[in-house]
Nanobody
Framework: VQLQASGGGLVQAGGSLRLSCAASGITFSINAMGWYRQAPGKQREWVAGIRSGGNTNYADSVKGRFTISRDNAKNTVYLQMNSLKPEDTAVYYC????????WGQGTQVTVSS
C-alpha cells in the first residue's frame, strides 16, 4: 500500500486548504479511507472518513468546516478544509482503513492566528 499525501502548507486563520492523497497498491474503490492528524505533543486523532459507497463522517471538531471526498477514477481521496483555525495545525495523514490497511507519510498544515 502506498499513499502519497500533498497539499499542506501555511495559511492564515479563516483560510482554506485542500489536501490530496493518491493511492496505489490497493483496490482503491473498495476501501474505506480516512484522514487523521497529529499535533505536536498530542496523540494522532481521526478527522474524517469516507466509505467505499461515499458515506462520510467527521470528528465534531471539524464538522461543518471540512469535507472529505474521493475520486475512484483517480485513486485519490481529498480533504477540503475551510475556516481553518490555529488549533487545526498538525501533520495530516491519509489512511486506507479497511479492508486494506495502510498509512501515508503525512503533510504539514500550519494555521497562523
Amino acid at each position: 500500500v502506498q499513499l502519497q499525501a500533498s497539499g499542506g502548507g501555511l495559511v492564515q486563520a479563516g483560510g482554506s486548504l485542500r489536501l490530496s492523497c493518491a493511492a496505489s497498491g490497493i483496490t482503491f474503490s473498495i476501501n474505506a479511507m480516512g484522514w487523521y492528524r497529529q499535533a505536536p505533543g498530542k496523540q494522532r486523532e481521526w478527522v474524517a472518513g469516507i466509505r467505499s459507497g461515499g458515506n462520510t463522517n467527521y470528528a465534531d471538531s471539524v464538522k461543518g468546516r471540512f469535507t472529505i471526498s474521493r475520486d475512484n477514477a483517480k485513486n485519490t481521496v481529498y480533504l477540503q478544509m475551510n475556516s481553518l483555525k490555529p488549533e487545526d495545525t498538525a501533520v495530516y495523514y491519509c489512511a486506507s482503513q479497511y479492508p486494506e490497511v495502510g498509512w501515508g507519510q503525512g503533510t504539514q498544515v500550519t494555521v497562523s492566528s
